[in-house]
């Protein structure tokens, strides 16, 4: 969460009363087959393990153990339309700014095998200050997009 500020809205704080029990992720716009998923659902859908070092715009860095679902693992549930370039991820938190905190992907960086959204940190649920009930995990962006010489 932005400057480790937690959710202020209902909407989260009466999810994270029963451990997100009742979430659920919506995948809706220009897709095929809009879907929601609880947590339960998306675990079962595959989950992935990676151990990644995170550099956060703040400026400090740690290394994790995240587990979660490849993104890739749900777009290919929904089946964007031919015309899809980017994937918007809405988020419970505040902008820096005021209103909803958002952010983008491309599809093709969506598509990314190192790109999830994470359910589990080091082993265990992802706490609140992590983002929970998802966190998107993208470390992939300097893998796609190499700097030229």
């Known amino acids: 969460w932005p400057n480790g500020n937690l959710p202020t809205c209902d909407e989260w704080k009466n999810l994270s009363k029963n451990n997100f029990k009742d979430y659920r992720l919506k995948v809706f716009g220009l897709v095929k087959n809009p879907i929601e998923l609880s947590l339960e659902e998306m675990a079962k859908i595959a989950k992935q393990d990676q151990v990644t070092m995170h550099h ?13 679902v490849p993104v890739h693992k749900i777009i290919e549930m929904v089946k964007p339309h031919k015309d899809v370039k980017t994937v918007v991820f809405h988020s419970y938190g505040e902008g820096l700014h005021g209103g909803e905190y958002y952010d983008t992907l491309t599809l093709y960086n969506a598509q990314h095998d190192l790109t999830l959204l994470a359910f589990e940190m080091n082993y265990e649920k992802l706490p609140l200050i992590y983002g929970a009930p998802l966190r998107l995990r993208a470390e992939n962006s300097s893998l796609l997009h190499p700097k030229k010489q």
């Open 56 to 68: 956060c715009i703040q400026g400090w860095s740690g290394i994790a153990h995240w587990g979660g």
